[in-house]
């Protein structure tokens, strides 16, 4: 009676939901003289009052060489101005305090616009769905919080798909596919080669190690069904 006790307990045993986002953050790079470089920040502000607040800003240190305690300072200083440091990238591990922001890494450039305001124009409807016709390459992410993600090739291991509809994936999946991202719960993963690193919907995941070996180096398709992931064979 015991052991099916513990078989009940494990089979209805809630998992931690993982869920992917993607945000933009201002990347601050002072240079010496501090001082001078924050008057530069002031000057910005007095154009712009509050245009930071509630931003995500990482600093990086990269450019310059400062003590654990000038660091510190800096932030304090910057969080006097409204400006709020989420992490910090680009320094040694050992310049940082546990009261500090965290060290962040793997931060990929991207280009943000600042947009004034302008007479409206008319615009097109956003795309509710997304293409690609080459292979997603390890280390590669594609975010596509709209719609659906359809791959022509295959996902390349360390490589990740997210997206806010269903997945699709003509060759081999060999890296991490999230889908309904944003609440979808009925969004599904199709590919026609299960070898993923991680597989989820609505932030209800599997790992290669749960995926039944049986699966494997076949076509196969993903859903849920009461809150638990299903994975089986693509007919």
């Not at 790079?29 to 502000?45: F, G, R, S």
């Not at 989420?86 to 060290?103: F, H, K, N, W, Y």
């Not at 989820?200 to 849920?224: C, F, H, K, M, V």
Request: aromatic share 6%; charged share 20%.
């Amino acid at each position: 009676m015991h052991g099916r006790a513990d078989s009940r307990a494990d089979a209805t045993r809630q998992q931690v939901r993982l869920r992917g986002r993607s945000y933009v953050a201002y990347v601050f790079a002072p240079v010496v003289p501090i001082v001078e470089w924050l008057a530069e920040i002031d000057a910005t502000l007095a154009s712009s009052p509050g245009f930071f607040v509630g931003k995500p800003v990482v600093l990086d240190l990269s450019g310059v060489d400062l003590s654990q305690g000038a660091i510190a300072h800096l932030v304090t200083s910057l969080e006097q101005r409204n400006i709020r440091v989420l992490g910090i990238e680009g320094v040694a591990a050992d310049r940082l305090t546990s009261s500090m922001p965290p060290m962040l890494t793997g931060g990929r450039p991207c280009v943000i616009t600042r947009t004034d305001t302008q007479p409206k124009r008319e615009t097109k409807p956003k795309s509710t769905s997304l293409l690609l016709d080459s292979p997603v390459r390890s280390g590669q992410s594609i975010i596509f919080p709209d719609g659906d993600v359809t791959v022509l090739g295959s996902v390349g291991s360390g490589a990740e798909i997210v997206a806010g509809g269903s997945i699709h994936i003509y060759g081999t999946l060999r890296g991490r596919a999230m889908a309904g991202v944003n609440g979808n719960s009925s969004a599904r993963i199709y590919c026609q080669k299960i070898e993923a690193e991680l597989l989820a919907i609505d932030g209800y995941y599997q790992t290669a190690e749960e995926i039944d070996a049986s699966l494997r180096n076949r076509p196969a398709q993903a859903w849920l069904e009461g809150g638990v992931m299903k994975i089986t064979p693509l007919n």
